[in-house]
Every structure is written in C-alpha cells, then in structure tokens.
C-alpha cells in the first residue's frame, strides 16, 4: 500500500512528479481540514496502555453521540483491530480512496493489522515507507467531517509519532500515557518534550495501572507505586487528566475484544477515563 504509484493523479499519462506531490498535499489538508480535533495518544514507554486508553477515549467520545474516527500507527504491533473485536475486517478500497472499517454508527477505525494477510507477518519497513502509510491513511481513507480523530502511536518518539505530528500539524493535541514507577516516568518524560519540540499542545497525562482494585475485598493495592503521573504533570505544568486503577475486567476486555467503558460504565477506572472523555469534550 504505502508504496504505491500515485494513481489519483489527473496527469498520470505525462506524470509530473511534482504535480502530483501537490495534488496529494491538496487532499490531505482537505481531508484533515473536515476533523474539528485531534488527539494523538503517546508515550515514551511500551506497555503503559496506550491502545486500551485510546480505544476506551474513542468509544467514549462515540458514547457521547460524537462523529470519531480511530487510527492505529502502530505499524509493527498493530493492536486495535483486536482491542474492538474487528479482526478479519478488511476496509473496502477503491482506487482512490479507503473506506474506513466501523465499529458504530458514531466510531469509524483504520489500521494496518485490517491489511496484512496473516498475523505471523511481520512488517519490516523503513522510516519513509512508514510515513507514507500513515499519510496514506490520513489522506485516502474516507473519514469524511469528524468532531474527534483519535490517534494510537506505538512507544518512543521516532517515526510514527513524529509522522503524525508532522502532518497533523499544531492544532492536534498530545495525551501522554504512563504507569505510576520511575523507570516509566523516565521515558515518558522525553514525550512531553517531544510535543513541545514540535509545538503541539499537550491535553494532559494520565496516570495508568495506578493501584489494583481487589475484586472481592476491594481494597486498593499500589502494585506499581503512585503518585509518579502527578508529578509528571506537575513537573511540567500540564494537566493530570487521570489516575487508572487496575482492573482484571480491563485486561478481559482486551483479550475478548469489548470496551471496558461500555460494559463497566460505573466502575472506578471507567469513571477516570471518563474525565479525559470531558476534557476533550472542552476543546
């Protein structure tokens, strides 16, 4: 896909290379010209949550009767499909454009886990073919007048996240995932800089896997210490968007593809990811 000739160029039988390129950068800003807002979900550490917290944030959002679209960036590890039980979902794709596969009415997703044949692929690419999809997928994928483009990056602060920064522009806005220890908090903290670097806004941090909630005695247990998002946010002067409390359902829910804010809507973690939910709602 991300190599592909361009074919949407109205001069392709004397192609012009540079006509081309300025005929894509056209549809690009048209396309991402119909999202009222954009939220890339980050983190300079893998395995904080950054999947789960973005598809729980999407649902949220649909919930709440807006128009979102969710893009996964992950280009190794795509996860999403799974996350929304959408596995074995290919998008519909003509020759210029990508319809994005739907998870509701309200909740419209892409991700490369929907094209490669096989899950024992694996997916061995470059910088720019990297950048490439992702364009590809901001500019033909069909997301028509969004209120909400949600964004899953995988860890760190190289390709993907930079790519969809870059072409996003400054208007979209950073929501940095961490886990309460240090060693989480010492990467993280470069995904902050990260945002500020390239000048985009960072809605705020949250705080994930923050305790563990006994299902029985429902006593509280800080397994991985607490307290370390909140001083990240503090340190940096941004907001603290929310403090996540393990819960096994949580985990049960990714494994069987439902959303945990849609069939746990009272529970404690549900309630924290609600507050992100309000604060996007503000923008």
Request: contains cysteine.
């Amino acid at each position: 896909m991300a190599d592909r000739e361009c074919k949407s160029c109205e001069q392709k039988e004397s192609c012009n290379k540079e006509t081309c390129q300025k005929e894509e950068e056209q549809k690009l800003q048209k396309s991402l010209s119909r999202i009222k807002h954009k939220l890339v979900v980050l983190s300079g550490k893998g395995g904080v949550g950054k999947s789960t917290i973005a598809v729980n944030l999407a649902v949220g959002l649909a919930l709440k009767g807006k128009k979102v679209g969710l893009l996964d960036v992950d280009v190794h590890g795509p996860s999403i499909p799974r996350l929304l039980s959408l596995k074995g979902n290919p998008p519909h794709i003509e020759e210029n454009y990508i319809d994005p596969v739907p998870w509701s009415k309200n909740l419209f997703v892409m991700s490369l886990g929907f094209l490669i044949p096989s899950e024992k692929d694996a997916v061995i690419w470059r910088g720019p073919i990297k950048m490439g999809l992702i364009k590809q997928f901001l500019r033909d994928v069909a997301w028509g007048d969004l209120d909400f483009l949600v964004v899953d990056c995988p860890p760190g602060t190289g390709d993907e996240p930079l790519s969809v920064m870059q072409l996003l522009g400054t208007s979209a806005y950073g929501i940095v995932v961490t886990t309460p220890q240090q060693v989480a908090i010492d990467d993280v903290r470069r995904s902050i800089t990260f945002c500020r670097q390239l000048g985009n806004p960072v809605l705020g941090i949250v705080e994930n896997m923050s305790g563990f909630i006994c299902p029985k005695c429902k006593e509280r247990t800080d397994i991985f210490l607490s307290g370390g998002g909140q001083q990240l946010a503090h340190e940096f002067n941004v907001p603290f968007l929310a403090k996540i409390p393990l819960d096994t359902e949580i985990v049960r829910a990714g494994e069987e593809g439902y959303v945990y804010v849609k069939t746990h809507p009272e529970s404690e973690p549900a309630k924290e990811i609600d507050k992100i939910v309000a604060e996007a709602l503000t923008l």
